[in-house]
T-cell receptor, first 115, second 114 residues
Framework: AQTVTQSQPEMSVQEAETVTLSCTYD???????LFWYKQPPSRQMILVIR??????QNATENRFSVNFQKAAKSFSLKISDSQLGDTAMYFC????????????FGQGTRLTINP | SQTIHQWPATLVQPVGSPLSLECTVE??????LYWYRQAAGRGLQLLFY??????ISSEVPQNLSASRPQDRQFILSSKKLLLSDSGFYLC?????????????FGPGTRLTVL
């Protein structure tokens, strides 16, 4: 079975700083997908960024980018020029290539951006 | 574009009462559907998922059940609520196949059992 681990329960940075959230996972699959989701205080889950394991190039979405290290089974999220609206819980998630498209979530990192 | 609706947004129910939470998806056909529960400040626990009408898979034995009476409708039910059923319930959908586009979540229902 797959597991996802987020080792940082909480993080706090100043506005405009860059912050990196860590995620490691365990799987015997060779092809899969990885995701970062954001859950602001409204508790709506928002898909932030997606990575396909068979692509070596790291995904980027505006201020959000990932560092995907397949051999190390590591998938960190970097937020550049952080904004107050980035304050949220961030969840790392794993999805197998085949099947019912189920997600395996980490326990989350609570990120606070301070003014 | 696709949208996902959940209702009610908030619900307060007494112990022993029945429950029915509804989720509908618009703008797509034959989606995979999911029900999650989230305790305060915690991660998401997958409760049920469905890959088609009438096809329900349970991830965790519990006091809850799910049904999919129509292609884009997913219902979470209980005959008698327990205090431990309190939490935040999220419905999600994904495309079938191997595109790996991820799951898209509804706004959630906050359930308090007293």
């Amino acid at each position: 079975a797959q597991t996802v681990t987020q080792s940082q329960p909480e993080m706090s940075v100043q506005e405009a700083e860059t912050v990196t959230l860590s995620c490691t996972y365990d799987t015997s699959e060779n092809n899969y997908y990885l995701f970062w989701y954001k859950q602001p205080p409204s508790r709506q889950m928002i898909l932030v960024i997606r990575q396909e394991a068979y692509k070596q190039q790291n995904a980027t979405e505006n201020r959000f980018s990932v560092n995907f290290q397949k051999a190390a089974k590591s998938f960190s999220l970097k937020i550049s020029d952080s904004q107050l609206g980035d304050t949220a819980m961030y969840f790392c998630a794993f999805m197998k290539l085949w099947g019912a498209q189920k997600l395996v979530f980490g326990q989350g990192t609570r990120l606070t951006i301070n003014p | 574009s696709q949208t996902i609706h959940q209702w009610p947004a908030t619900l307060v129910q007494p112990v022993g009462s029945p429950l029915s939470l509804e989720c509908t998806v618009e703008g797509t056909s034959n989606p995979n559907l999911y029900w999650y529960r989230q305790a305060a400040g915690r991660g998401l626990q997958l409760l049920f998922y469905s890959v088609g009408i009438g096809q329900i898979s349970s991830e965790v034995p519990q006091n809850l059940s799910a049904s999919r009476p129509q292609d884009r409708q997913f219902i979470l039910s209980s005959k008698k609520l327990l205090l431990s059923d309190s939490g935040f319930y999220l419905c999600a959908w994904s495309q079938t196949g191997t595109s790996g586009t991820g799951q898209y979540f509804g706004p959630g229902t906050r359930l308090t059992v007293l």
